[in-house]
């Protein structure tokens, strides 16, 4: 079983920046990728971005490409979403979710809590 905490997550102004940290525990050896996905109120839930284990395979949502950068330190079993340029419709609940490759894309592995990012306007 894997647990994900994420942290990172507050109130900016819009241009501003803010680094998400999604750590994983438990089975983490069972990790191959952790997407970061985001749910604002009334939408459905969506990918922003995912990261590979093993073989340093990034994904990124045209909406975020450019502004956010996926990264991870597998010393302290964390994966990061460094958001840069921020505007009022990244303001969401991000979630991180960790398994599989063809799990994480479609939303089908470990989740985690949820950290809350508001971007004034």
């Known amino acids: 079983q894997v647990q994900l905490v994420e942290s990172g997550g507050g109130l900016v102004q819009a241009g501003g920046s803010l680094r998400l940290s999604c750590a994983a525990s438990g089975s983490t050896f069972s990790i191959n990728a952790i997407g970061w996905y985001r749910q604002a109120p009334g939408k459905q839930r969506e990918l922003v971005a995912a990261?590979?284990?093993?073989?340093?395979?990034?994904y990124y949502a045209d909406s975020v490409k450019g502004r956010f950068t996926i990264s991870r330190d597998n010393a302290k079993n964390t994966v990061y979403l460094q958001m840069s340029s921020l505007k009022p419709e990244d303001t969401a609940v991000y979630y991180c979710?960790?398994?599989?490759?063809?799990?994480?894309?479609?939303?089908?592995?470990?989740w985690g809590q949820g950290t809350q990012v508001t971007v004034s306007s």
């Open positions: 979710n960790a398994g599989g490759w063809g799990m994480v894309v479609n939303g089908r592995g470990s």
């Open positions: 990261i590979s284990s093993g073989g340093s395979t990034n």
